[in-house]
Each structure stands twice: as C-alpha cells, then as structure tokens.
C-alpha cells in the first residue's frame, strides 16, 4: 500500500502565504515525478506545480513568480510554498506522485485525500 497525506491547508486573507506538505508512506521503490493539482468549484482539475525527481519544475502561468515547489527525496515528501495568496487560488489542493512500488513492477499514479485552501479576500 501506498498512502500521500497532505497537510498545511488552511484559511488565510489574500496577500497572505502558506505551505502544504505531501508525505509519501508504505511500499516505495521509487518515486519519478511530484506535484500538486487544485479543484475549485465550477472549475476542472488543474495542474499547480509538478517537480521530476531532478530539478525539472513546471508551473501553472497563474502561479509563477508565487509559488514554488519542492522536495526532500530522503523523506518522500513534496512542498508547495505559497505567496501572495489571491481569492482565485482557493480551491482544494491534492497531491500526485507517481510511484514505482517494487524494481519490477510499472510506475503507477497516486492521489492525496486532498487539503481546502481558502483566501478571504
């Protein structure tokens, strides 16, 4: 089994900052890329931020120069530090990785039980 907690989520006015964490647990051979997805309401899924287990990263236009990703590859877990938090970012946060459980079996997809975000403007 393979579990990603979030946490960090919160209620924070706009301007303000916060940080999630995504922790990685169970049977983990390696894990390839990173990120972090938002759902708002009346809004499809969409990407925020992904990291490569290097030093690739890929940002979503509406948080450039706001937010940034990051990782601890000895603790399994992803960051996403998050700045001049506007209205429009309040959403639910979820966590992706992708994960390859044992050396022969494929890499495969895992979700987060997700963490709300909301900026009171």
């Known amino acids: 089994q393979v579990q990603l907690v979030e946490s960090g989520g919160g209620l924070v006015q706009a301007g303000g900052t916060l940080r999630l964490s995504c922790a990685a647990s169970?049977?983990?051979?390696?894990?390839?890329?990173m990120g972090w997805y938002r759902h708002a309401p009346g809004k499809q899924r969409e990407l925020v931020a992904d990291l490569t287990s290097g030093v690739t990263t890929n940002y979503a236009d509406s948080v450039k120069g706001r937010f940034t990703i990051s990782r601890d590859n000895a603790k399994n877990t992803v960051y996403l530090q998050m700045n001049s938090l506007k209205a429009e970012d309040t959403a639910v946060y979820y966590c992706n990785a992708d994960i390859i459980r044992t050396w022969i079996t494929p890499v495969a997809g895992y979700w987060g039980q997700g963490t709300q975000v909301t900026v009171s403007s």
């Open positions: 169970g049977s983990i051979f390696r894990i390839n890329a």
